[in-house]
């Protein structure tokens, strides 16, 4: 489906320079069928990248791609692109029987009821051929805070890459929803930030819309923070001299018909010590705690970018931190420290060796995949220890609060931007498949080492 398919009437306040931006728009898709079908040569289908940051305030991840703003929070699980809109009634719009307005109105968030899931409500037209779509815009971390806004289109701007290098800048449109000041004022957004570009899997999301405009297939790469990749391309990063895409670990993706989160087939989670020979502790989950039903779209392990720490329901969460707690026992050298919130589990960082490339020599935590994984996820004390007082550090894993636990199609597991930082991960929705490097500290590679300067 393409993208931009028809542009509703422009009001009437704006209505010859929308008109010229419809045209524009309406060029851009023909010229895109026409290459689409007749082969293409040059850059017009070449991957994509954008820079990633952190923002140390709410450690949140932001994209830097709307042209003429701030930049937009990174939401994996999202269905849209949202921003606030400089005018309101100086942008175009969708009819609200559009094709694009059933996509940007076809998920469901759970926390919502139906009149937040419709487009538009049955007569509300009046009868008006050109009755405008709303989309409802949410705030990505809580979910609960959304507002009505335009489905409109927004300038975005990128650069075209090899894989190893910007190359040149390519500007685009995307679809995306208007928000009102209010919503981005109100949410636990950057300072700074314009709004929110979604990554989940929905047809409105940026990647989805990438890879229609593109033609590169529906695959991206996000390392954070750093670099997000859109496209079907070798990675390199920093001084690691292989392409990573051959070289990193692979899982089949499970999908949730409840959301647009991407699901990891976890079937167990086991702690362990990596230089002592000491036995593997698996946490004594309760049967069927990690999987995740196909009819209510609960339970499953999710990858989160706006969830800060990994969260897990409370009987996952007792079972694992009783693992993780024998398993560090085990040595009887490492010294307890009294709890910091919100972390329960934290130690005396005098009792502990500290590792000269991975961080601190404490149990790794294996997060046990199903079959057709490559390989297990491994959490290194990188991502799984934090300092969170003088001489403190804590295992960074929280118990999920009681409204996220009980809301419809809650996960089990949430796992956190701080456990996927400093790790390559590639999502193919083409083949279901996600690609995972681990902690890449001491490869060479890093996801600060994406060479963003042009060749001369």
């Known amino acids: 489906m393409s993208t931009i398919k028809q542009l509703a009437p422009m009001r009437r306040l704006?209505?010859?320079?929308?008109?010229?931006?419809?045209?524009?728009?309406?060029?851009?898709?023909?010229v895109q069928e026409c290459t689409a079908q007749g082969g293409s040569s040059g850059g017009d289908h070449a991957p994509l990248v954008s820079p990633l940051a952190k923002d140390p305030a709410t450690s949140l991840y932001t994209i830097s791609i709307k042209d003429g703003s701030g930049p937009l929070v990174v939401d994996l699980a999202g269905p849209l692109v949202w921003s606030?809109?400089?005018?309101?009634?100086?942008?175009?719009?969708?009819?609200?029987?559009?094709?694009?307005?059933?996509?940007?109105?076809?998920?469901?968030?759970?926390?919502?009821?139906?009149?937040?899931?419709?487009?538009?409500?049955?007569g509300a037209d009046g009868g008006d051929?050109?009755?405008?779509?709303?989309?409802?815009?949410?705030?990505?971390?809580?979910?609960?805070?959304?507002?009505?806004?335009?489905?409109?289109?927004?300038?975005?701007?990128?650069?075209?890459?090899?894989?190893?290098?910007?190359?040149?800048?390519?500007?685009?449109?995307?679809?995306?929803?208007?928000?009102?000041?209010?919503?981005?004022?109100?949410?636990?957004?950057?300072?700074?930030?314009?709004?929110v570009a979604g990554f989940g899997r929905a047809p409105l999301s940026l990647p989805s819309q990438l890879a229609v405009r593109r033609g590169f297939g529906r695959r991206f790469?996000?390392?954070?923070?750093?670099?997000?990749?859109?496209?079907?391309?070798?990675?390199?990063?920093?001084?690691?001299?292989?392409?990573?895409?051959?070289?990193?670990?692979?899982t089949p993706l499970a999908a949730n018909p409840r959301n647009g989160g991407y699901y990891l087939p976890v079937e167990a989670i086991s702690v362990s010590w990596p230089n002592w020979n000491l036995a593997t502790t698996r946490a004594a989950l309760p049967p069927s705690a990690l999987e995740l039903d196909a009819t209510t779209g609960r339970g499953g392990v999710t990858l989160s970018t706006v969830q800060?720490?990994?969260?897990?329901?409370?009987?996952?969460?007792?079972?694992?931190?009783?693992?993780?707690?024998?398993?560090?026992?085990?040595?009887?050298?490492?010294?307890?420290?009294p709890a910091v919130p919100p972390f329960e589990l934290c130690y005396d960082t005098f009792s502990l060796r500290h590792v000269r490339v991975l961080g601190w020599d404490v149990p790794l935590i294996r997060l046990e995949l199903g079959a057709g994984a490559s390989m297990n996820w491994t959490v290194d004390s990188g991502n799984s220890?934090?300092?969170?007082?003088?001489?403190?550090?804590?295992?960074?894993?929280?118990?999920?609060?009681?409204?996220?636990?009980?809301?419809?199609?809650?996960p089990a597991v949430v796992i956190g931007g701080y456990q996927v930082e400093d790790n390559l991960l590639v999502f193919d929705e083409d083949t279901e498949v996600l690609q995972f490097s681990g902690l890449l500290w001491g490869s060479g590679a890093t996801c600060s080492g994406f060479n963003f300067n042009a060749p001369q």
């Open 221 to 250: 790469a996000l390392c954070l923070p750093g670099v997000a990749i859109f496209g079907d391309t070798p990675i390199f990063l920093g001084s690691y001299p292989p392409d990573l895409i051959t070289t990193i670990a692979s």
């Open 84 to 122: 606030t809109c400089a005018c309101a009634s100086g942008h175009p719009t969708f009819p609200c029987r559009s094709a694009e307005c059933d996509a940007a109105n076809g998920f469901n968030w759970p926390q919502q009821g139906r009149q937040w899931q419709q487009g538009y409500d049955a």
């Open 308 to 337: 800060r720490y990994t969260a897990m329901r409370s009987d996952v969460y007792r079972a694992f931190v009783q693992a993780f707690s024998e398993t560090i026992g085990k040595p009887g050298f490492v010294k307890p420290m």
């Open 385 to 410: 220890m934090v300092q969170a007082a003088d001489r403190t550090l804590c295992l960074a894993v929280v118990e999920m609060a009681p409204e996220a636990e009980h809301a419809a199609a809650a």
């Open 129 to 195: 051929h050109y009755c405008t779509c709303t989309a409802r815009p949410c705030d990505p971390v809580t979910r609960a805070r959304c507002a009505a806004g335009d489905l409109t289109t927004f300038a975005m701007s990128a650069n075209a890459t090899d894989g190893r290098n910007a190359l040149y800048p390519v500007s685009f449109q995307a679809v995306g929803a208007c928000a009102p000041d209010w919503l981005l004022r109100s949410s636990s957004l950057p300072a700074g930030a314009a709004g």
């Open 14 to 30: 704006c209505f010859n320079h929308l008109l010229a931006v419809s045209v524009l728009l309406l060029a851009a898709a023909l």
